[in-house]
Structure formats: structure tokens, C-alpha cells
């Protein structure tokens, strides 16, 4: 199935709205994913001037114009879980989650992936899911239409349950970035709710120290949600620099996260 990209006039990029009500249940094996938003996270919106955008869900706080935004920080009771065994071409995979109850639903449109083998590497597409339990076994995560087990998993075989990147988006941390960059914040999108990320394309983004016209735009920089100067080896390169502003201010940045 091809990657859903939309066309659409510059205001749909500042539109943001609530989840869709009624939320989806949990469908069981063979259903379709539980999607919580108007589009599936992650759909492509391209302007007729080559800024591109990424629907995207709010994790936190409400996020703020300006900012470099990064997929939400990993749960540890979510990695490194032990499955039940499972044959290939099943539908389900079981296990055993960590010390955290999770809502229903959460991981949905996420991935579940294999992380020690048997199945090592296998990555598979979560439609939906019940509201994990608390170290109890037999939770089950439904694996998407389309997707099975590509080779059976045992007991020494370990899961990790990955949200959605764009699910959950954060502002960048100052100093040691919790997920990885997935775009600008362009509007004020509430807590859980959907909207966009710009992801390239020229946009104005909060500065930290000497950006240099030209050079790279890196995240952290020391100042939560800035781009600052290249430099730093746990850097991560966001774009280019067009123009410059005082720091604290927002310089122009031809955003590259998206290519």
C-alpha cells in the first residue's frame, strides 16, 4: 500500500483537532487498526511550495510554535518482554508486559519488535489492543490486516512494544534528546490532540547559540526545543540555516527531516 500523501492548501497545515469519537475498541485478530485521528499518524501533507508536514499526535503539554518536536521517550516496562510461543502466520502476539498498565489502544498504528531471537529483527505493524495488565501473562497486542508471524516465536525470544514516532510528540529536550527529532511544532496542538509537523521546508525556528548561515541546525543545544550550532557528537542534524536571529529568537531553517 502506498505511503497516504495529501495536497492540500497551507491552512490545513495549521488545522488540529480532538480525537475521533466514539474511540475504536479493540477489533481482535484480522481487524483494522484502531486509528485515532483523522488520518493515519504519520500521512504526508505537501504544499505547492515543497513544505512538507506530518500528522502527528500531542504527548504532555501542549507544544509550542517554534519548537523542534521529538517522538516521545521510550517506556522501559515496554522492552525486552517475554512472548508466549507463537507459530508462524499467527495473527496475535502474546506476552507477558512489564510493571506499567497500559490503556487500550495504546501502542495502536505503533510496532511490535522482535528484539532477541527466535524472530530477531522482525518488526510487525499493532492495529489494536486491551488495556495491558501489570506483570500478569496472556496480554495480547492484534497484529495489523496483512501482517503474521513471519517466523514462530518461544519463550527466549523478547518483544518490544514501540508507540507510533509520531504519536506522543514532545518538545525537544535541552540537553539529551528522549526520542528522535520528527519535526517543527507550527501551531499550539493540545495535549493528545492531532496535528501537524512541519518536517521540510523553510520555517521559523527557536535558536540557541552561534548559528552560522548555511551550516547545520542541530538538536539539543542546551535550551529545550531550539536548534543551535553543529558541533556536538549526540547531535542530530535538522536542517540548514537561511537566516539568522538573536539567540532566544527564531532564525529561518530549511527544515531536512523529511528528506
Sequence with gaps: MPEPILYGPESLAYAFHAAVSPAPGDNGSGGAIAQRGRWPLATQLVL????????????????VVGNVVTSAAIISTDINMTPAAGAADDRI?????????????????????????????????????AALQSAVAGDI???????????????TSRVDLMAHPYD?????????????????????????QFGWLQTRGLVGVLGAGTLVVGANAVSPTGTAGAAGPSGASTSVDIGS????????????????IDG
Design 93 to 129: 502476539i502474546t506476552f507477558t508486559h512489564g510493571a506499567a498498565t497500559v490503556v487500550i489502544n495504546y501502542f495502536a498504528e505503533g510496532f511490535a519488535v522482535i528484539s532477541v531471537t527466535p524472530g530477531g529483527g522482525d518488526t510487525y505493524k499493532i492495529a489494536s489492543h
Design 141 to 155: 497486542v492484534n497484529l495489523a490486516p496483512g501482517q503474521a508471524l513471519r517466523r514462530a516465536l518461544t519463550t
Design 48 to 63: 505547492q511550495d515543497g513544505r512538507k508536514f506530518r500528522y502527528s499526535r500531542a504527548g504532555g503539554t501542549t507544544l
Design 241 to 256: 540555516v537561511q537566516s539568522l536571529a538573536a539567540t532566544t529568537a527564531w532564525s529561518s531553517i530549511f527544515v531536512t
Design 168 to 192: 506522543g510528540a514532545i518538545q525537544a529536550a535541552a540537553t539529551t534528546l528522549t526520542g528522535m527529532p520528527i519535526g517543527i511544532a507550527i501551531a499550539a496542538i493540545t495535549n493528545a
